[in-house]
């Protein structure tokens, strides 16, 4: 499977997931109540409800943005806090 790739250039699985619920938000908005109707037979796509957009788009994006949060302030294995503390002071 192919990932959308993050600014680093690395493969993101929370990436690749916020981008298709973005899509098929973006894909509901468009086609919403449109109805394609051909003799006996009818397909309709349905309104776009603002609970569900918020339903799928929070979680996905909440996820990648606290990925993306979790690998800056752990960037190398150690937390930026840890590495802070551990900084030597040079000589006055």
Known sequence: MRYVKTEEGRASFTATIAA???????GKL?????TLAYAD???GFGEL????????????????????????R?????????A?????VGDE
Request: charged share 15%.
């Open 20 to 26: 298709v619920a973005f899509v098929a938000v973006i």
């Open 30 to 34: 468009l086609v919403g109540g449109v």
């Open 41 to 43: 037979w009818s397909f």
């Open 49 to 72: 409800d603002g609970g569900l957009a918020a339903a799928v788009l929070t979680p996905c994006l909440g996820a990648y943005i606290g990925r993306r949060y979790t690998e800056r």
């Open 74 to 82: 752990y960037a190398g294995g150690r937390s930026r806090v840890h």
């Open 84 to 88: 802070e503390a551990t900084c030597e």
